[in-house]
């Protein structure tokens, strides 16, 4: 059983090794997650509705049932110790409902900020830290007067819900905004959204902090492509200043402190033309654009997540070797794989999902390298990819 600390409102002190960790949501971030505890001597139950998900195939047990089943969270916290979460769209109040029974470590204040995109903003500019402007919108008058304030080219989200490009809309004129007024008038309603004002940032990046609760490391700094709103690839390291260097890292414990963090945090990032960052969004949780650390790392952002949600002190990640992670979607599966045999140097992660669909995303392969623009250029060669060169910036 953990040793739980009442001061820390739950928080793990240490969690033995046999003690069991229940992940609610059984994809490949919490498949990894099991991954890292399996090593570390830790049992695992999972909560998804699909039976033998990705995270299902290697651990414990597995409750079937939806996210926002209180009974099955009520069932698998009755047979876990400790509860983590591997997305952020997890019914909060069902949380809290069950921490009689069961640690929380991570708490549902994070994910109470980061299900809201206004109380994301309003928490990381609270912090200290940039953000692009931006505007509560709850009706088409309010989006009116908002655009007059932040000007096209512009964009338009929905406060909760969306992933990958989902709930978002480019607002670069008025032809644009009048397609959202149609889809309202058609019975689409306006939800509850916020409005972004458009970073002309240089490129994408991001950085993730990991916390026990009192103690936080980071990551290095990363640079991202993503294709069609879906992450394409990761660079590791991003070529940055030294101080933007500097600053991502200190805004990235800044946020960590503000939450107590337990686990491991997301930072997805704007670098700017003239050598600004801004923050775009969090993730309470592992994140595809730190895959690269499983094999670049001294720590991976999984070994990470379970110490500092057991409570277990956390040394500073150190970056092995440059590396470059390319995402496998489901129309890359088949390319990629009759190519494992020519390349060694592919380090290659399936997820072991049963059904293969257009854009979904069955794994990802990571290179190390000394030269990580000849890499680039290397995979792009295999053409693999080709279907997603339409959409390169």
Known sequence: MPSLSEETNGAVTMLQPGATIGIIGGGQLGRMMAL????MGFRIGVLDPTPDC???????????GEYDDKTAIHDLAEKADVLTYEFENVDAEAIDEVRHLVAAPQGTDLLRVTQDRVNEKTFINE???A????????NFDELDAAIDELHYPCVLKTRSGGYDGHGQHVLRNDSDLEKIRARGDRGGGFPSSILEGFVDFA???SILVSGNGKDFVTFPIVRNDHRNNILHMTIAPAEVSPEIEREAHELALRLARGFELAGTLAIELFVTKDDKVIVNELAPRPHNSGHYTIEACSIDQFDAHIRGIA?????QPRLLSPAVMVNVLGQHVMPTRAQIATHPEWNVHDYGKAQVRHDRKMGHITVLTDDTAATVDALEATGCWDDLKKYRR
Not at 36 to 39: E, G, L, N
Not at 58 to 64: C, L, P, R, S
Not at 311 to 315: Q, S
């Open 127 to 129: 912090h200290g830290t």
């Open 54 to 64: 990705p995270t299902a195939q290697v651990a414990d047990f597995q409750v079937v």
């Open 203 to 205: 490129f994408e990046a």
């Open 36 to 39: 890292s505890a399996k090593y």
């Open 131 to 138: 953000t692009a402007p931006w505007r509560a919108v709850n």
């Open 311 to 315: 409570g277990w002190p956390l040394p």
